[in-house]
């Protein structure tokens, strides 16, 4: 564990990666009251600028690159690893070599091998890692679970949960964005749902055993293309009959339910042009990756995925997450030997076998959002848990640790050798210490 902060003096942070999970974390934790960025690391000047004037950063604590930030050896009582999927070995490594306390961004790693590593590394050096598996903190998990520990359903039997990634997010995120290639990020099961894969384990209370997997990329292809389409949106005659029309997505001109008024579509529109005009907006579609036809682009991950798994306590689970949905919250249902759950966004609720009555249970509401944080309210629950045990040193609300978290890249991995080679896979372990 890292030195607790002297009474009355604030938590300082560092941040390495100010994108959009680094910056929300970044504003979250600022906006504890307990914490202070002392450090930024972001090679993208826009986004390192304006984080860092937003968030009184000083001047010589911002780096445009964390190997310079780290090398500085400043004076922080924790890190934020935010970095591109595949660059979080570094900082971690470096960062548990100073005896920062860290809260790495998952996936941890994109492949067994780097999971390995870092199982290795923070083992040896008894580094405090935590993982942003923002699912564990919401308040809707934080009643589901004090139902299930309370007996509301009996034993878990089994478990239905669905991950309605949304038409137009997949088509941001996997088709056109940073996602969209498994070879330059991650399968889209590990960028997506891991969180999912590290919920269900949570909920249930029990280790994955062995998974089954099946998904393939079934409609962003060139055959699924309407007739006339070009490669790009912004002179596609296609365009206005189509879902996945960018200039729909970002609001640039032709918006589709609101788009510019949607706070959501708001986001991924200052993702593709940080803090731009309707004009910059319009030269990024013509020019830049977001504006390029959805079946036109390079894109080779799986739009859609099942996965069947078998829990040590012999509960099971039939897990599905596809981008042909509307945006909205995952959904799921619980089976157990004394009744049955229906989650919701806002409600839980309970039918119970022996009386025939269904008790429904109201989600507490999450506080207002701050810029670009997400998740029903896990950000903030995450942030502020790990922020207070900084301050505090107990620990106990940090529930995201990493050997919890290696245990649900493990399931994801074995889905992935599921899905590939049509079997079913026994979820194996990242320790080398065994």
Known sequence: MGAVPAQGHPVRLLIAGAGARGA???????????????GLAEPRPLLRNRLAAELKVPAEGV??????????????????????DREHGGPFAAAAAHGYPILLEKPVAVDPAGCAELERLGRESGATATVCHVLRYTPLTALLRELLLGGAVGRIISVQHLEPVGFWHFAHSYVRGNWRREEDSSPFLLAKCTHD???????????????????????????????GAAR????????????YSALKIYGAGRPLNGARADPARAYFADVVDPGGTPESLLHALATGPYGRCVYFSDNDVVDHQVVNIEYENGTTAAFTATAFTAVGPRRTRIFGSHGEIDVEAEAISVFDFLTGTTAVHPVPAAAPRVQGEK????????VQAWVAALATGDW???????????????????AEEARRSSTVVQVGSFSLSQ
């Not at 790009?232 to 879902?243: G, L, N, Q, T």
């Open 396 to 414: 106990s609300a940090v529930v995201s640790g990493l050997e919890e978290s290696l245990v649900s890249h493990a399931a994801v991995f074995a």
């Open 24 to 38: 929300a974390y970044a504003r979250l934790a600022v906006a504890t009251g307990q914490a202070v960025i002392a």
């Open 232 to 243: 790009r949106c912004i002179d596609c005659p296609a365009e206005p009959r189509c879902p």
């Open 197 to 227: 894969v590290d919920w269900l384990s949570f909920i249930i209370g029990s280790r994955p055993l062995k998974v089954s997997s099946f998904g393939t990329l079934a409609h962003f292809r060139p055959e699924g293309a309407p007739e």
């Open 63 to 84: 780096f445009e690159d964390w190997q310079a930030m780290l090398k500085n050896r400043l004076p922080a009582d924790g890190i934020i690893i935010a970095t591109p």
């Open 375 to 382: 998740h029903e309210g896990g950000d903030r629950g995450l």
